[in-house]
Antibody, heavy 121, light 105 residues
Framework: QLQLQQSGPQLVKPSETLSLTCTVSGDSITGNDDYWGWIRQPPGKGLEWIAS???????FYTPSLKSRVLITIDAARAQFYLNLTSVTAADTAIYYCARGGFWRGYYFDYWGQGALVTVSS | QLTQSPSSLSASLGDSVTITCRAS??????LAWYQQKPGKAPKLLMS???TVQSGVPSRFSGGGSGTDFTLTISSLQPEDFATYHCQQVKSYPLSFGGGTKVEIK
């Protein structure tokens, strides 16, 4: 059974960089049809897709965050990462990592547990 | 852009409810639905507008194509009270609707 385990700080200061890690277990991170993504949800609000990456490094970003976001992957460690720079209070949200597809569809069928990241001094 | 309606609804056990998701452009049948309970990650219910995922009860059904889509829950059960999200899966950048909260009347 595929599992995604998130880790990272719960509190980040304004203007600093938010860094999160998602560790994949129970299946390979190098699946031919698997894209790995980050989605966030501000408290009490809807879901926002942030970015997705293939194990070979091909990546996609949401336009509104593209200038501040970097998604990377380390297949050997079975991990992928999110870096979000110059954070503000508006970046306070529950951050999820998830597995998406490519040819089978871009929907997310496995999700991490979610982590609330608060931006505050 | 995806617009869900209503943003919330109240219903009783055994009721049938329908949630609508409207896309700003033609996305064919490239739409997914998720269920999210408080404090939990979203759970995939449906892909390709109407393909129910394994383990999802048959009271959940999806329909539509192009720009207008529906998620119907027939005979609401206690475990169905949750927030439902649609997602366009036709192309990047991916996007979600604003969510519909289904509450107990």
């Amino acid at each position: 059974q595929l599992q995604l385990q998130q880790s990272g700080p719960q509190l980040v200061k304004p203007s600093e960089t938010l860094s999160l890690t998602c560790t994949v277990s129970g299946d390979s991170i190098t699946g031919n049809d698997d894209y790995w993504g980050w989605i966030r949800q501000p408290p009490g609000k809807g879901l926002e897709w942030i970015a997705s990456i293939y194990y070979r490094g091909n990546s996609f970003y949401t336009p509104s965050l593209k200038s501040r976001v970097l998604i990377t992957i380390d297949a050997a460690r079975a991990q992928f990462y999110l870096n979000l720079t110059s954070v503000t209070a508006a970046d306070t949200a529950i951050y999820y990592c998830a597995r998406g597809g490519f040819w089978r569809g871009y929907y997310f069928d496995y999700w991490g547990q979610g982590a609330l990241v608060t931006v505050s001094s | 852009q995806l617009t869900q309606s209503p943003s919330s609804l109240s219903a009783s056990l055994g009721d049938s409810v329908t949630i609508t998701c409207r896309a700003s452009e033609d996305i064919g049948r490239s739409l997914a639905w998720y269920q999210q309970k408080p404090g939990k990650a979203p759970k995939l219910l449906m892909s390709s507008a109407s393909t129910v995922q394994s383990g999802v009860p048959s009271r959940f059904s999806g329909g539509g194509s192009g720009t207008d889509f529906t998620l119907t829950i027939s005979s609401l059960q206690p475990e169905d009270f949750a927030t439902y999200h649609c997602q366009q899966v036709k192309s990047y950048p991916l996007s979600f609707g604003g969510g519909t909260k289904v509450e107990i009347k």
